[in-house]
């Protein structure tokens, strides 16, 4: 079965650096678009990144500058580096993978990873 396997979170100070990665297993790998979310608690989840199936990136303004999505298929995961990190960006970090347009969401999620973000 598919499975989406998120590290890297962690505590880090304001300014610092994090990079999450996610391992993959259980489909094509190079064939499905993929996202990071990001959820607070008593929030919804909201998306921070996506990259396409031929490396085409989105982000959310926030993160615009700070944050970079990127994917190596051939180990078949995905990563998110994030630098210059804000409190604000304290959250549960969520990859998924394989739009489903009938369902306006990925099909598969990972578990999450935290990330907290000090002043």
């Known amino acids: 079965q598919v499975q989406l396997v998120e590290s890297g979170g962690g505590s880090v100070q304001a300014g610092g650096s994090l990079t999450l990665s996610c391992a993959a297993s259980g489909y094509l790998f190079s064939s499905c678009g993929m996202g990071w979310y990001r959820q607070v608690p008593g929030k919804e989840r909201d998306l921070v990144s996506r990259?396409?199936?031929?490396?085409?990136?989105t982000y959310i303004d926030s993160v615009k500058g700070r944050f970079t999505i990127s994917r190596n298929n051939a180990k078949k995961t995905l990563y998110l580096q994030m630098n210059s990190l804000r409190t604000e960006d304290t959250a549960v970090y969520y990859c998924?993978?394989?739009?489903?347009?009938?369902?306006?969401?990925?099909?598969?999620w990972g578990q999450g990873t935290q990330v907290t973000v000090s002043s």
């Open positions: 990259i396409s199936r031929d490396g085409t990136t």
């Open positions: 998924a993978a394989c739009w489903s347009r009938s369902r306006n969401t990925y099909n598969h």
